[in-house]
């Protein structure tokens, strides 16, 4: 999905200029690879270092299991080139860059200076988290940020998005006959579904449980201290991203929900001492040129702050921001975002550009 998505925004934004590409594939070496500017490339294996060694620049899509595979061979041989991943295996490496340019391009720069070549995408909600709220931690007000996060089938892969919609066809065609019957009561229609959800045809294959009519209340692996490992991304790759001396206690919990594309985030904010909420709102809609503040009222919050509303879109709404009971220092806040574009793709197409204008 990642790589199928930079492909997209690449073309849309004539990247490929000046470039000459090569494509490779881990398991269609051979086959006949994407058309460019009329140019229909050849698919090239991908664990084939020598041919890797001979560029420049790699951008890899495929996942950690590849990276792990190549990268430090790459190295080993005395590779010097630049490596943009979208995996996670190399994030926290001290060599390594977490690239997010609108939040911290001056950090990109310095990595650049320091001579390091390898350059990875952070986690997604990690990142539209922190375009979302790129104002307040740069004035340095944050103190410490709770996300709750409802994360999309996307986030697991496009296998998982097509469990996602079998998932919901087989409620649909297990329930049919009682949901084209008026007469039929709503007790009766989840009756039918829990049925649906509890037999032993229901496809649950990619996610191991189901997720249409629910939610899955853990995402990737178990650290063993209670929290998973897609939480310990939050402040770990947060605080690398920002690159400040002080690093702000970020923690959650990370869930996933039926939605096929954009993850959202329920912020629990607390301030290091209070600030006026019209100034919080001017610092989170004024951060970059994508957060978009929506006002706290019930229509514009449900017509913007959904999957529905920002899939496909670079925007980053941010709304429901308010001072909470606890005190004035405590703010809520929701967001929404793609997370297949900032949460993945573009962070990459755009440190390509980076290292062409160098």
């Known amino acids: ?3 199928s998505v930079l492909m997209q925004r690449m073309r849309a934004c004539g990247d490929f200029a000046g470039l000459e590409p090569t494509f490779f594939s881990t398991s269609a070496a051979g086959s006949r690879g994407p058309t460019v500017d009329g140019h229909s490339f050849e698919l090239q294996d991908a664990h084939d270092l020598e041919a890797l060694e001979a560029l420049p ?10 990276t792990k595979a190549v990268h430090d061979k790459l190295r080993a041989r005395g590779w010097s080139g630049y490596f943009i991943d979208a995996a996670s295996a190399l994030r926290m490496r001290d060599d390594s860059v977490l690239i997010l340019d609108p939040v911290n391009r001056e950090v990109i720069d310095r990595g650049l200076d320091r001579g390091l070549k390898t350059f990875c995408g952070a986690n997604c909600t990690v990142s539209l ?15 410490w940020l709770s996300s709750m996060t409802y994360q999309a089938a996307s986030g697991g892969g496009a296998r998982h998005m097509r469990e996602l919609i079998a998932q919901m066809a087989a409620i649909a065609g297990d329930a049919r006959d009682l ?3 008026p007469a039929t009561s709503a007790l009766a229609l989840d009756a039918r579904v829990s049925e649906s959800l509890a037999s032993g045809e229901f496809p649950t294959e990619a996610f191991g449980v189901p997720l249409a009519a629910s939610l899955i209340p853990w995402i990737d692996a178990d650290l063993g201290d209670g929290q998973s490992r897609e939480e310990w991304k939050s402040h770990a790759e947060g605080n690398k991203i920002l690159g400040s001396a002080d690093e702000v206690p970020i923690d959650g919990v990370c869930v996933r929900v039926g939605a096929m594309r954009c993850h959202a985030q329920a912020f629990t904010i607390k301030l290091r001492q209070e600030v006026p909420l019209d100034e919080v709102r001017d610092l989170i809609a004024g951060a970059n040129d994508w957060v978009r503040l929506i006002e706290n009222e019930r229509e514009a919050s449900i017509a913007n702050l959904s999957p529905a509303a920002v899939g496909g879109s670079l925007e980053v709404p941010v709304g429901r921001v308010r001072a909470m009971r606890m005190g004035p220092q405590y703010l809520s806040a929701f967001s929404v975002g793609d997370q297949l574009l900032w949460g993945a793709a573009e962070p990459l197409r755009r440190m390509l550009q980076i290292l062409r204008e160098r």
Do not use: N, P, T
């Open 1 to 3: 999905m990642v790589g």
């Open 57 to 66: 620049v790699l951008v890899s899509c495929q996942g950690s299991v590849y």
């Open 129 to 143: 988290m922190l375009m979302a709220l790129q104002g307040l931690f740069r004035a340095g007000h944050v103190e």
């Open 179 to 181: 949901l084209d019957d």
